[in-house]
């Protein structure tokens, strides 16, 4: 691959809404809320699209991070996190989508 970015933030997050087991150690974050309706609506929306979009809360900030996908790995996080990317060319926020790395 070439020079896929797999810079990460560490964060403690916990499954606020989405299939139990569905977060993993690295998740592509595309939106992050206060609220959780705002992050909720997100959510359906990337469902809509065909992602296995999930809400996740940080306690410690409680701030809703909207994930479209959660991997084992960094390197699988960061080819999605591209992808996703690049299939969302016209969405400003979309191209701010980080890797975090739930600790």
Same mark, same amino acid.
């Given at each position: =691959? /070439?020079?896929?970015?797999?810079?990460? +933030?560490?964060?403690?997050?916990?499954?606020?809404?989405?299939? /139990?087991?569905?977060?993993?150690? @690295?998740?592509?974050?595309?939106?992050?809320?206060?609220?959780?309706?705002?992050?909720?609506?997100? +959510?359906? $929306?990337?469902?809509? /699209?065909?992602? #296995?979009?999930?809400?996740? !809360?940080?306690? #410690?900030?409680? $701030?809703? +991070?909207?994930?479209? %996908?959660?991997?084992?790995?960094?390197?699988? #996080?960061?080819? %999605? +996190?591209? =992808? @996703?990317? #690049?299939?969302?060319? !016209?969405?400003?926020? @979309? !191209?701010? %989508?980080?890797?975090?790395?739930?600790?």
């Amino acid at each position: =691959q /070439e020079n896929i970015d797999t810079s990460y +933030r560490t964060e403690k997050v916990v499954l606020s809404s989405g299939t /139990e087991g569905s977060l993993k150690a @690295f998740s592509v974050v595309c939106g992050s809320f206060s609220s959780k309706e705002n992050s909720e609506k997100l +959510r359906s $929306m990337l469902l809509d /699209e065909g992602y #296995a979009a999930i809400v996740v !809360q940080n306690p #410690a900030t409680g $701030m809703y +991070r909207v994930v479209c %996908a959660s991997y084992d790995t960094k390197e699988d #996080a960061a080819e %999605a +996190r591209a =992808q @996703f990317k #690049a299939d969302h060319p !016209q969405n400003d926020d @979309f !191209q701010k %989508a980080w890797l975090l790395y739930n600790k």
